[in-house]
């Protein structure tokens, strides 16, 4: 169970969040019961996703995981806190297909047998001998009876609760079908010379046992292949789960190494990891070098080297030389944690088609029990006879089929979110995916993200009567307060640095301080620069902006007395991207708070043509706005802190992974890796998911909308009826496992966007 307080004011008790693990749930109608059950207790609102079999509630502080439980096991299921059950342990939908299989087997090798027999004595009665009934029987009871258990279990639990489920409809089915065949063998077995009692009450020489123990084998195949094929939906979590370190070698105070497991590590431990071994935590590099594969985590095909004073990933893997590495974040701090929360979250959120399909699951079964009992009476009024009133309504509510419905959208986001976790792409959720269906227009921001974000300074220009090194130093002292990334390449340019005072920072403009008694500004030169600024700090700003490079002045007790250029290098990846984006459709704009010139070097190196420079943070929100207003479904792909406003104000945010924990927080997608080439990859993800979603509501409600009115014209053996119901789930599931292939190549192999040559630090 996860409790975490969500929200709390002054008017309202704080709010806790719980999930539970729920088992016995069937269908759809299930999961609509119990969320049914839960809202109505005070203070309480539930969402219970089917195929995920988790409940996530909201609840007040007085509200205890034991008192939700006991409220569902009321209802007929049992439920217990989600962290009993690590993802790392046995899997569910795998123990309950070895299950079924046992039951499938042994139904299957006895109805083969009994379905010849049946159609032979149906067909030709003179085959039947002194015992056939007896041997009709003995085979088909172990068949509806021990290989039906699951389904006649669950009915009758429902039938306890007052309620019903797809179990419900297939249960009756069977044990009508063997009741009539009971009544059919046996009053005919018990009269030589006239029909018995039953035979005559029922008018009908026709033997159901075939339909009852073939309906039960099928829908049996069906679960089995479902329950199998939703463990692999899930395998993709649970494979990033077991990445995770079990042990950790931490570093003594004498040098010696002490094992422990890996949740006893602390913060400021440090530990050492060699090839071969798992990094069990995020850290720094204190000594050593090694390349790391980071495509567990990122999908990077290229492993990164990793030296003294990089950051490293837990779940990433040292593929050669030893590292001693100080853990900054640990156990549910950690990069890989939150992103294991967030394919958790997301495969346990709903979509609004979803809520609809569990509205209509809630009364589904009702209502074909209603339509079964109609198609009898109508059939016996047409005067067709009960063996026909009763294989039209028996073919009814074996073919109806609420599982479609309840599996439709869970099971396609578990294998979308399991498989973008593999390529580096984490989606938030069903609104990211919903989001993704009108985007028309890609916002990139400029720093970090078409570029790779580590400036260094290109070239510093004293203005007369000032020396290089005074404006560096003064630029650098004050620059020093600050974390953006061109004070960082500032003050990385030199040691000869100073206190400074009174530090203010004007955002999309500069900075200023006091240094040695001096008041110093350093930023943009809009903001600095005036009508009698030095010539050659003109002409430097305009040669350093032309080659894309971004220029700041210094300025010293009011005068300029400097220029300092920094140049970010345009990733590998971007002009690809931005290339692809383009063939796909999509309109591109670069928005930067950079000036023009820089900002349009850089389009044209990547092939954006629409720049829009010189924007404040504040402004990228008004510019999304306007697009939005100009009818236009607005992308943003930002890293940056004053990144986090726009990326909310879009239709979908999408940040680059190694950015600031605001700029992930507000986006909907996450993209670990930093090649830019997961964008086009990321929403072409997001439209595959949506298209299986829409096909699998399509086939959900197309079926049971056609499939119903066909059974009750009498067109359909109940057998067929069977087989077809059991086919309908299947389909939905192995349509959505057709996601886990999304960016592989023709070989098999994972398509990885190219990566830079030359190596990088982790």
Not at 402 to 417: N, R, Y
Not at 733 to 748: M, T
């Amino acid at each position: 169970m996860s409790a975490t307080i969500e929200a709390t004011d002054e008017h309202s008790a704080p709010i806790q969040r719980m999930e539970l693990e729920i088992t016995g749930m069937s269908c759809g109608a299930c999961a609509r019961r119990i969320e049914s059950v839960l809202n109505k207790l005070e203070g309480v609102r539930a969402s219970v996703n089917f195929a995920t079999r988790v409940a996530t509630i909201d609840a007040g502080a007085d509200a205890t995981a034991d008192g939700l439980c006991e409220a569902i096991e009321r209802a007929g299921f049992q439920a217990e806190p989600l962290q009993k059950r690590g993802l790392t342990d046995a899997d569910p939908d795998a123990d309950h297909a070895r299950y079924l299989l046992v039951r499938l087997a042994v139904a299957a090798v006895l109805f083969v047998p009994l379905a010849d027999l049946s159609v032979m004595f149906a067909v030709v009665p003179s085959t039947r001998f002194a015992a056939w009934a007896w041997v009709l029987t003995a085979l088909a009871i172990p068949v509806v009876t021990w290989a039906a258990w699951p389904f006649h279990r669950v009915a009758i639990r429902n039938a306890m609760h007052h309620g019903a489920s797809m179990e419900t409809l297939i249960s009756v089915g069977i044990t009508a079908a063997t009741t009539w065949s009971l009544f059919t063998v046996f009053g005919q077995h018990h009269s030589s010379d006239r029909k018995g009692i039953w035979q005559a009450l029922l008018g009908s020489d026709a033997i159901y046992f075939e339909v009852a123990a073939g309906v039960t084998v099928f829908v049996l195949a069906g679960r089995y292949f479902e329950a199998r094929a939703k463990s692999k939906a899930g395998s993709a979590l649970r494979a990033l789960a077991a990445l995770s370190a079990k042990d950790v070698a931490v570093l003594q105070p004498d040098g010696s190494e002490m094992v422990i497991p890996a949740e006893e590590l602390k913060e400021q431990h440090r530990f050492v990891v060699r090839p071969g071994q798992t990094i069990a935590a995020d850290g720094l590099v204190i000594e050593g070098s090694a390349a790391v594969d980071m495509s567990a985590m990122t999908g990077e095909a290229k492993p990164l080297r990793a030296t003294p004073g990089a950051s490293v990933i837990g779940g990433t893997v040292v593929l050669d030389g030893r590292l001693i590495v100080e853990a900054a974040a640990v156990g549910e701090d950690t990069q890989f944690a939150g992103m294991v929360r967030l394919v958790e979250q997301a495969q346990s959120q709903k979509a609004r088609a979803q809520r609809l399909a569990d509205r209509i699951a809630s009364v589904f079964v009702p209502c074909v029990f209603a339509i079964a009992a109609l198609t009898a009476v109508g059939w016996l009024v047409a005067g067709e006879g009960q063996v026909r009133a009763f294989s039209s309504a028996l073919a009814v509510l074996v073919i109806a089929c609420p599982c479609a419905l309840g599996l439709a959208t869970p099971t396609a986001m578990m294998v979308a979110s399991g498989r973008g976790a593999q390529l580096g792409i984490f989606l938030k959720g069903h609104s990211s995916l919903e989001a993704t269906r009108a985007v028309d227009t890609i916002v990139f921001d400029k720093t970090g993200t078409l570029t790779t974000g580590r400036l260094t300074i290109s070239v510093v220009v004293a203005a007369p009567g000032w020396e290089t090194d005074e404006v560096l130093r003064l630029a650098a002292s004050v620059e020093a307060a600050s974390e953006h990334a061109v004070a960082i390449a500032i003050t990385a340019a030199t040691s000869q640095t100073e206190p400074v005072a009174d530090f203010h920072a004007k955002p999309g403009l500069g900075v200023s301080g006091t240094v040695a008694g001096r008041a110093v500004r350093v930023g943009k030169p809009s903001w600095l620069a005036s009508a009698n600024s030095p010539t050659t700090l003109v002409a430097a700003r305009r040669d350093a902006e032309s080659r894309g490079e971004t220029a700041v002045f210094v300025e010293a007790d009011g005068q300029l007395c400097g220029l300092i250029a920094v140049a970010d290098a345009v990733k590998d990846s971007a002009e690809s991207a931005v290339a692809a984006l383009h063939h796909a459709g999509f309109r591109t704009v670069l928005l930067t708070g950079d000036n023009s010139a820089s900002a349009a070097a850089v389009g044209a190196r990547v092939g954006i043509d629409e720049v829009i420079a010189d924007v404040l943070p504040e402004g990228k929100v008004d510019i999304i706005e306007q697009l939005r207003d100009r009818g236009h479904v607005v992308a943003m792909v930002g890293d940056g802190i004053n990144d986090g406003p726009a990326l909310v104000c879009a239709d979908l945010g999408m940040a680059i992974g190694r950015g600031t924990d605001v700029a992930i927080g507000a986006a909907d997608i996450i993209l670990v890796r930093d090649n830019l080439n997961v964008v086009p990859l990321a929403l072409g993800l997001a439209s595959a998911t949506m298209r299986t979603i829409r096909l699998n509501m399509v086939w959900a409600f197309g079926y049971n909308i056609a499939a119903i009115p066909i059974a009750a014209a009498g067109l359909l053996n109940p057998l067929v009826a069977g087989a077809a119901m059991a086919f309908s789930s299947f389909f939905v599931v192995s349509n959505s496992l057709r996601l886990r292939n999304f960016g592989a190549a023709p070989d098999g192999s994972s398509r990885r966007s190219p990566v830079p040559d030359h190596a990088e630090a982790v």
